[in-house]
């Protein structure tokens, strides 16, 4: 079975700093990984994705992400967050084949805050 | 270019009572998707559609049922509500013709119900 762990459920930082959110995933098959993102009272927008090829991925709104498979991780990046970057993030990764193919499953989430 | 469209936005039920949620897109897309979203969970899967006419169980099924009865739309059905199904249900959908695109699901803005 395939889980996904985002290892810190609120991540509090000041406007403008370097901002890391982690992800780790478990799977005995190969997957494909995501960050999806929620602003407040929203739906979830897709903000990044791994499918193959380079594993430093990037995605909107200056986020990037790389995909270290010795590590099972997939960890999201800024190098400097505004205020408008407040929202949940979760990872999720997708089974890439078999019946349960796309299907997705998400981690629990990280609220990341940005302060002024 | 509405995208996902989910019917209603709020609902407030008593224990018992029973409702049906609309989930509409117009994007052509074969699979859609019905999750549950709670506090610090993530987003879990209730049941999914890979086609017209076609349903499957996710991992969260038990006191729901859908139908997929037209290609764009996907119905949610609580016949007797639980205060446990207090949640945001969130209805996606997916392509499945090109590489790329079949592994990008598309969420709606998502549903807020309340069981008293």
């Known amino acids: 079975a395939q889980s996904v762990t985002q290892l810190d459920s609120q991540v509090p930082v000041f406007e403008e700093a370097p901002v890391e959110l982690r992800c780790n995933y478990s799977s005995s098959v190969s997957v494909y990984l995501f960050w999806y993102v929620q602003y407040p009272n929203q739906g979830l927008q897709l903000l990044l994705k791994y499918l193959s090829g380079s594993t430093l991925v990037k995605g909107i709104n200056g986020f990037e992400a790389e995909f270290n498979k010795s590590q099972t991780s997939f960890h999201l990046r800024k190098p400097s967050v505004h205020i408008s970057d407040t929202a949940e993030y979760f990872c999720a990764v997708s089974q890439n084949y078999g019946g349960s193919q796309g299907n997705l499953i998400f981690g629990k989430g990280t609220k990341l805050s940005v302060k002024p | 270019n509405a995208g996902v469209t989910q019917t209603p936005k709020f609902r407030v039920l008593k224990t018992g009572q029973s409702m049906t949620l609309l989930c509409a897109q117009d994007m052509n897309h074969e699979y859609m998707y019905w999750y549950r979203q709670d506090p610090g969970m993530g987003l879990r899967l209730i049941h999914y559609?890979?086609?017209?006419?076609?349903?499957a169980k996710g991992e969260v099924p038990d006191g729901y049922n859908v139908s997929r009865l037209k290609k764009q739309n996907f119905l949610l059905g609580l016949e007797s509500a639980a205060p446990s199904q207090t949640s945001v249900y969130f209805c996606a959908s997916r392509q499945t013709d090109s590489f790329i695109a079949k592994n990008i699901q598309y969420f709606g803005a998502g549903t807020r119900l309340s069981v008293l």
């Open positions: 559609s890979v086609g017209e006419g076609t349903t």
